[in-house]
């Protein structure tokens, strides 16, 4: 019986050490394919980096990438901008396209980034267009062309009906954009009533569109929205009433009558009187630059109207 036994002992070792080098097998090749696996995930990542700069997504100015923040506050110069459109027509030069490298390269915002001022710009700047334009991806420029070309074009006339010809203007305006307000930060532009008289300035439409929106809200009283062909969104708030045929649907043209500044908000409906009459302009952009709902300053695009009538 013992004899027996020890005869069958090897046998009994042969089979574990099979099982033993099988399992040694299965997991060596394992590793292999998740080393494999892993040095082709590593190569998906950095052929996806390589991409994401070739094409653009990441875009950067000469040295810094360009905040949101900046885009919104659009501290172009007011100099810089009209003569950029006087150059535009001068050249044949796009002129959204114009202001989109100009801003581009300096941040959408000069303070930061010293750059071109307004006397150097043909020399500097209009004349370098093709080189400086081919720093860029079409496709990173385009969001920030399509912006600028979108609110130039369409904005053609001031919101607030002006004086009678050679006449002082009856409002006062600056760039108030970012001024905190109660916890909050400005996200518009106001332009105040010089005699801070309710319902004597008539508030008119910057821009062809359709009304949107109309309606009482707690921070901007009586308000009107206009919605333009580009999908621009423009706000025009605090009014002391609504011009006839104000209504949601309704078509309306650059020009045309939406009611009368005021001084309404900061309450319950009909709310009135806890500040100056002004109106609140207020631009929120179709232009995807972000995921988010964004505005954008309006001040100097007021300022290029008035400059582009006056001349």
């Known amino acids: 019986m013992a004899a027996s036994a020890r005869a069958k002992l090897p046998k009994k070792y042969a089979r574990a050490h099979g099982r033993r080098r099988r399992k040694r097998g299965f997991f060596k090749k394992r590793a292999r394919q998740i080393e494999r696996l892993l040095f082709l995930a ?5 052929l996806l980096l390589f991409l994401k700069l070739a094409v653009g997504l ?15 506050a659009m501290r172009i110069p007011i100099a810089s901008l009209v003569r950029l459109d006087e150059l535009s027509e001068e050249r044949g030069l796009p002129f959204g396209e114009l202001l989109t490298l100009y801003s581009v390269e300096n941040r959408f915002f000069p303070e930061k980034s010293p750059g071109l001022g307004a006397d150097g710009l043909e020399a500097q700047f209009v004349s370098s267009y093709g080189r400086i334009k081919n720093k860029y ?17 369409e904005v053609r006339h001031f919101p607030v009906a002006g004086p009678p010809e050679g006449g002082e203007a009856p409002y006062t305006y600056g760039d108030s954009w970012g001024a905190p307000r109660g916890g909050r930060v400005h996200e518009g532009c ?6 801070n008289v309710r319902g004597r300035l008539q508030v008119v439409s910057m821009t062809d569109g359709v009304v949107e929106n109309f309606g009482w809200n707690d921070l901007g009283g009586y308000y009107v929205g206009i919605t333009a062909r580009s999908g621009n969104y423009y706000y025009y708030a605090h009014l002391d009433r609504w011009a006839d045929g104000v209504e949601k649907g309704a078509e309306v043209a650059a020009g045309e009558l939406l009611g009368y500044m005021g001084d309404t908000g900061y309450g319950a409906e009909g709310a009135a009187g806890s ?11 179709a232009a995807k630059i972000t995921g988010k709902e964004y505005w954008i300053n309006p001040y100097p695009f007021l300022r290029l109207e008035e400059e582009r009538k006056s001349g």
Request: overall charge negative; aromatic content about 4%; glycine content about 8%.
């Open 42 to 46: 590593g190569v998906g990542l950095v």
């Open 58 to 72: 990441i875009l950067k100015g000469p040295s810094t990438p360009i905040d949101l923040r900046d885009v919104e």
């Open 190 to 195: 106001d332009i105040l009533d010089r005699d």
């Open 137 to 153: 991806s079409a496709s990173a420029l385009r969001p920030f062309v399509s912006l600028l070309t979108s609110i130039t074009d």
């Open 275 to 285: 500040f100056q009459v002004h109106l609140h302009v207020g631009i929120c952009p």
